[in-house]
DNA sequence: AAGTACTATATCTAGACAGCATGTC
DNA sequence: CTAGATATAGTACTT
């Protein structure tokens, strides 16, 4: 189809498509036109990826936007990484003075309220939020686009994305929406659900062979074979990626653990490193030390020490800088091959010559072994073999490891079909969490009412047998009810003030719960006590230790009256325990490790402390402890480093539970607030202490811009304590425990609202124990985190 | 004594969404 | 119903 002949787009548009070089649609492009999609119409595009997909949202939403008034696009997506990704590619819409903007959790686009935009770009859950705290401008939508739609079969986030369609939808009746979809069996489902056109096809603009590889041969599913040859010594893996390299592309390597990962490229970086030319090595040698500059961490040194081989490797817990250079510098070719995890399947944009699916088993603890990759998620690896543009084909391939294996691959993956997609809706973490909001946001006000608002959803449609769905919406409601979210008055059910406030703050009602006992329980019990003794313990002997409060005695007068306020440690280990974190892992050694520490900190928990014979419960407890005590660490100014080392885990790890524990003791403080309680001063200082990662001192100097943990603690030690201190504070000083960085000291006055920040003819004053003239680095701009990497003072992740 | 090659054994396991408030002349 | 790669310690053998 031409795109002179595509009808209800703007006028602008068909010169726009020719000068970006795009003359004709492509055929699934052409038929989603036909079927109406720049005219209003509903659409499920079930298409591979890269064929294409964005260009049918973007006709479709700008057809929307220009139709009407004040038609709105809403542009939904799974990941914050591709929010961003998404809105850069929109913004060429602007010229034509269509607004774009972003919002997620951790980003909100500058420059105006969303309400002004055309096009906005916001994850599943983001827009969930929105929908509960009732943003005026969602009924201004006129074109909803879902990106990604097939993880409605994500049993963790599915259901978000099914119910925030079917509010939506529900809001506005008129809505047009498209979901776009991998290939996937079911589309025609998806299609009835949403009363939307079909386009289901697997045509794409790269030729893509799928193969595994065997012995000294690549099979390929169109039967042929080349022959591909495995010397000495050498992995498989490390054969196809020299054979990719002679013919000068790259490589992705899918394998299943962080581990295998950054082992993997470890070894193929001296496979790669022969292949580099002096311009690639000096680039890739700068790359690396943006690397080391990232985080001081043997993660982010491993990382440097394969990236200078020309290998790299790819998973969650990298910073995010760390991410971003790897995947930039695999773009550009300089990388020749990145062992990732599955990050990079459904992440941004990094498509290859050739994909390895190195590890098509992956470890499920619930299934106790090794269980299968789906069908759907290898395909989606495989579908980032083809750079458009760039390569004449893409290849995917599997290794098998004896004929039985090269068999089995070719039926499990080759040429199976992807699993259908099914609803997860009728499972309890979904259920309490979404019951609420729909009742507390005004979508139902009834048991029926919900039941009938849940006819909307995927589940209904996929299941025409209603019990399941009503026995676990039985049993949820219950639970609000016991839990004084919910109120039931006969038939009528109504959201509590509390019901309202967990469903604003995007809680779990499970996690608002676990919560609201805790911090209870503490006031309640004047700072420690019985409860918090060992459940199966029955209080003839006392612990040692167990009687804190007698010790501190001062308002030892009753049960009321103020009470010690509960440490950092008991609050993060209260959060950590929620279904809303997730749980580090407990090594081996960590059990007896945290048990003991749970006995000598017994005082400080929210709460009873589950039973050792209660193994599972226990076990999450000690999980959470573990959580509980890297916070610690990080609000007690431990480096990066040491945290890594001692827990085993990333860079990117400690970024995480860092921000969710933020987001949730936010929430406690608010919960805390509302319900009257006395220890919201001790969640706000425990919040803030994790945010920047500083002791409680510091709390006040880490509030300036510019200054992170480690610079707060420099000019704490140099006798500025406060951030008025820094207004006043002999700028000699302030020079001096600032390691000399003039304009970093400069940004931080000013940033501190001192008159006259300027450093002119100052000269640093001499500090103990800081060289001023050691580590950092002027990059001009001074005050950014960027420029001290350890400061780590910007939760940034864009 | 140090290096090498090999084997037995222990260890460990993917990912990632969400609140609020509020600034500055 | 279902494990396998890697790190590490240990061992035998060579140089």
Same mark, same amino acid.
């Given at each position: 189809?031409?795109?002179? #002949?595509?009808?209800?787009?703007?006028?602008?548009?068909?010169?726009?498509?020719?000068?970006?070089?795009?003359?004709?649609?492509?055929?699934?492009?052409?038929?989603?036109?036909?079927?109406?999609?720049?005219?209003?119409?509903?659409?499920?595009?079930?298409?591979?990826?890269?064929?294409?997909?964005?260009?049918?949202?973007?006709?479709?939403?700008?057809?929307?936007?220009?139709?009407?008034?004040?038609?709105?696009?809403?542009?939904?997506?799974?990941?914050?990484?591709?929010?961003?990704?998404?809105?850069?590619?929109?913004?060429?819409?602007?010229?034509?003075?269509?607004?774009?903007?972003?919002?997620?959790?951790?980003?909100?686009?500058?420059?105006?309220?969303?309400?002004?935009?055309?096009?906005?770009?916001?994850?599943?859950?983001?827009?969930?939020?929105?929908?509960?705290?009732?943003?005026?401008?969602?009924?201004?939508?006129?074109?909803?686009?879902?990106?990604?739609?097939?993880?409605?079969?994500?049993?963790?986030?599915?259901?978000?994305?099914?119910?925030?369609?079917?509010?939506?939808?529900?809001?506005?009746?008129?809505?047009?929406?498209?979901?776009?979809?991998?290939?996937?069996?079911?589309?025609?489902?998806?299609?009835?659900?949403?009363?939307?056109?079909?386009?289901?096809?697997?045509?794409?603009?790269?030729?893509?062979?799928?193969?595994?590889?065997?012995?000294?041969?690549?099979?390929?599913?169109?039967?042929?074979?080349?022959?591909?040859?495995?010397?000495?010594?050498?992995?498989?893996?490390?054969?196809?990626?020299?054979?990719?390299? $002679?013919?000068?592309?790259?490589?992705?390597?899918?394998?299943?653990?962080?581990?295998?990962?950054?082992?993997?490229?470890?070894?193929?970086?001296?496979?790669?490193?022969?292949?580099?030319?002096?311009?690639?090595?000096?680039?890739?040698?700068?790359?690396?030390?943006?690397?080391?500059?990232?985080?001081?961490?043997?993660?982010?040194?491993?990382?440097?020490?394969?990236?200078?081989?020309?290998?790299?490797?790819?998973?969650?817990?990298? #910073?995010?800088?760390?991410?971003?250079?790897?995947?930039?510098?695999?773009?550009?070719?300089?990388?020749?091959?990145?062992?990732?995890?599955?990050?990079?399947?459904?992440?941004?944009?990094?498509?290859?010559?050739?994909?390895?699916?190195?590890?098509?088993?992956?470890?499920?603890?619930?299934?106790?072994?090794?269980? @299968?990759?789906?069908?759907?998620?290898?395909?989606?690896?495989?579908?980032?073999?083809?750079?458009?543009?760039?390569?004449?084909?893409?290849?995917?391939?599997?290794?098998?490891?004896?004929?039985?294996?090269?068999?089995?691959?070719?039926?499990?993956?080759?040429?199976?079909?992807?699993?259908?997609?099914?609803?997860?809706? $009728?499972?309890? @973490?979904?259920?309490?969490?979404?019951?609420?909001?729909?009742?507390?946001?005004?979508?139902?006000?009834?048991?029926?009412?919900?039941?009938?608002?849940?006819?909307?959803?995927?589940?209904?449609?996929?299941?025409?047998?209603?019990?399941?769905?009503?026995?676990?919406?039985?049993?949820?409601?219950?639970?609000?009810?016991?839990?004084?979210?919910?109120?039931?008055?006969?038939?009528?059910?109504?959201?509590?003030?509390?019901?309202?406030?967990?469903?604003?703050?995007?809680?779990?009602?499970?996690?608002? #719960?676990?919560?609201?006992?805790?911090?209870?329980?503490?006031?309640?019990?004047?700072?420690?006590?019985?409860?918090?003794?060992?459940?199966?313990?029955?209080?003839?002997?006392?612990?040692?230790?167990?009687?804190?409060?007698?010790?501190?005695?001062?308002?030892?007068?009753?049960?009321?009256?103020?009470?010690? @306020?509960?440490?950092?440690?008991?609050?993060?280990?209260?959060?950590?325990?929620?279904?809303?974190?997730?749980?580090?892992?407990?090594?081996?050694?960590?059990?007896?490790?945290?048990?003991?520490?749970?006995?000598?900190?017994?005082?400080?928990?929210?709460?009873?402390?589950?039973?050792?014979?209660?193994?599972?419960?226990?076990?999450?407890?000690?999980? #959470?402890?573990?959580?509980?005590?890297?916070?610690?660490?990080?609000?007690?100014?431990?480096?990066?480093?040491?945290?890594?080392?001692?827990?085993?885990?990333?860079?990117?790890?400690?970024?995480?539970?860092?921000?969710?524990?933020?987001?949730?003791?936010?929430?406690?403080?608010?919960?805390?607030?509302?319900?009257?309680?006395?220890?919201?001063?001790?969640?706000?200082?425990?919040?803030?202490?994790?945010?920047?990662?500083?002791?409680?001192?510091?709390?006040?100097?880490?509030?300036?811009?510019?200054?992170?943990?480690?610079?707060?603690?420099?000019?704490?030690?140099?006798?500025?304590?406060?951030?008025?201190?820094?207004?006043?504070?002999?700028?000699?000083?302030?020079?001096?425990?600032?390691?000399?960085?003039?304009?970093?000291?400069?940004?931080?006055?000013?940033?501190?609202?001192?008159?006259?920040?300027?450093?002119?003819?100052?000269? @640093?004053?001499?500090?103990?124990?800081?060289?001023?003239?050691?580590?950092?680095?002027?990059?001009?701009?001074?005050?950014?985190?960027?420029?001290?990497?350890?400061?780590?003072?910007?939760?940034?992740?864009?």
């Amino acid at each position: 189809m031409d795109v002179a #002949a595509i009808p209800g787009v703007p006028d602008w548009l068909p010169g726009h498509l020719e000068d970006e070089g795009i003359e004709a649609l492509y055929p699934p492009q052409a038929e989603a036109v036909e079927a109406g999609v720049t005219e209003g119409a509903n659409l499920v595009a079930s298409v591979p990826t890269a064929s294409g997909k964005t260009l049918v949202a973007e006709l479709a939403m700008l057809s929307a936007v220009a139709g009407g008034e004040s038609g709105k696009a809403l542009y939904i997506v799974p990941l914050r990484a591709l929010a961003s990704e998404k809105a850069e590619e929109f913004e060429q819409f602007e010229r034509y003075g269509v607004e774009v903007g972003v919002s997620t959790g951790n980003y909100d686009s500058d420059g105006g309220w969303l309400a002004d935009k055309d096009i906005i770009v916001a994850t599943s859950e983001k827009v969930d939020s929105l929908v509960r705290n009732d943003a005026a401008w969602i009924e201004d939508l006129s074109c909803v686009v879902t990106d990604e739609v097939h993880l409605v079969d994500d049993g963790q986030r599915g259901p978000t994305l099914e119910v925030t369609l079917a509010k939506l939808r529900q809001l506005n009746a008129g809505l047009q929406t498209v979901a776009l979809s991998a290939t996937i069996g079911n589309a025609d489902e998806l299609a009835d659900w949403l009363d939307a056109e079909l386009v289901d096809s697997n045509w794409r603009p790269i030729e893509l062979q799928k193969g595994v590889h065997y012995g000294q041969a690549l099979h390929l599913e169109d039967g042929s074979q080349q022959r591909l040859e495995v010397r000495n010594g050498e992995s498989e893996t490390a054969a196809i990626v020299r054979d990719t390299l $002679a013919d000068d592309g790259s490589t992705l390597v899918f394998v299943n653990s962080r581990r295998n990962a950054e082992a993997a490229a470890r070894r193929l970086s001296s496979t790669t490193r022969d292949f580099l030319d002096a311009d690639e090595r000096e680039t890739l040698a700068e790359i690396a030390a943006e690397i080391r500059d990232v985080s001081d961490t043997e993660t982010s040194d491993d990382l440097a020490d394969a990236v200078e081989g020309g290998a790299a490797f790819h998973h969650a817990g990298l #910073a995010s800088d760390h991410r971003s250079l790897i995947e930039d510098a695999f773009r550009d070719r300089l990388l020749k091959v990145v062992c990732a995890t599955p990050t990079l399947a459904a992440g941004v944009n990094t498509p290859s010559r050739r994909v390895v699916v190195r590890d098509w088993r992956r470890y499920d603890g619930s299934t106790g072994g090794m269980a @299968p990759l789906s069908v759907l998620e290898v395909h989606q690896m495989m579908g980032r073999a083809g750079r458009p543009g760039l390569d004449p084909y893409g290849e995917a391939v599997l290794l098998a490891n004896s004929h039985d294996e090269l068999d089995e691959l070719f039926e499990r993956y080759v040429w199976a079909d992807p699993e259908p997609v099914r609803s997860k809706l $009728a499972a309890e @973490p979904a259920l309490r969490t979404h019951l609420l909001a729909t009742v507390a946001s005004g979508f139902a006000s009834s048991r029926e009412g919900l039941l009938e608002f849940l006819e909307r959803t995927l589940h209904a449609t996929q299941n025409a047998d209603r019990n399941e769905l009503e026995r676990v919406t039985d049993r949820m409601l219950d639970y609000l009810e016991v839990n004084d979210f919910l109120e039931r008055d006969g038939d009528q059910l109504q959201a509590t003030g509390l019901g309202h406030t967990v469903s604003r703050l995007y809680l779990d009602p499970m996690s608002a #719960a676990e919560i609201i006992d805790g911090l209870r329980d503490w006031e309640r019990s004047g700072g420690r006590t019985e409860s918090s003794r060992t459940a199966g313990e029955t209080g003839d002997e006392e612990p040692a230790g167990f009687t804190r409060a007698s010790e501190l005695a001062a308002n030892d007068d009753g049960d009321d009256g103020p009470r010690e @306020p509960p440490s950092a440690l008991g609050l993060y280990h209260l959060v950590a325990r929620t279904p809303d974190m997730y749980e580090l892992y407990l090594r081996s050694g960590d059990e007896d490790e945290y048990t003991q520490l749970a006995f000598e900190r017994e005082t400080e928990f929210l709460g009873p402390m589950p039973s050792e014979y209660e193994d599972d419960r226990f076990e999450d407890w000690l999980s #959470a402890l573990k959580t509980a005590r890297l916070l610690e660490d990080w609000a007690s100014e431990i480096d990066e480093s040491e945290i890594t080392d001692r827990y085993g885990v990333g860079p990117g790890d400690i970024r995480g539970k860092v921000e969710t524990t933020q987001w949730l003791l936010g929430a406690a403080e608010s919960l805390a607030g509302e319900l009257g309680l006395n220890c919201v001063p001790a969640v706000r200082e425990a919040r803030t202490r994790v945010e920047h990662g500083v002791r409680s001192e510091l709390v006040d100097l880490a509030g300036v811009r510019g200054v992170g943990r480690k610079r707060a603690r420099r000019l704490y030690d140099a006798g500025i304590r406060t951030r008025a201190d820094l207004r006043e504070a002999d700028k000699a000083v302030v020079l001096g425990a600032l390691r000399g960085r003039e304009k970093t000291a400069e940004n931080v006055l000013e940033n501190a609202g001192r008159e006259n920040p300027s450093m002119d003819g100052v000269e @640093p004053a001499e500090i103990d124990g800081i060289d001023a003239t050691a580590g950092e680095s002027d990059d001009g701009d001074g005050a950014t985190a960027a420029d001290d990497p350890e400061d780590q003072s910007s939760l940034g992740d864009f």
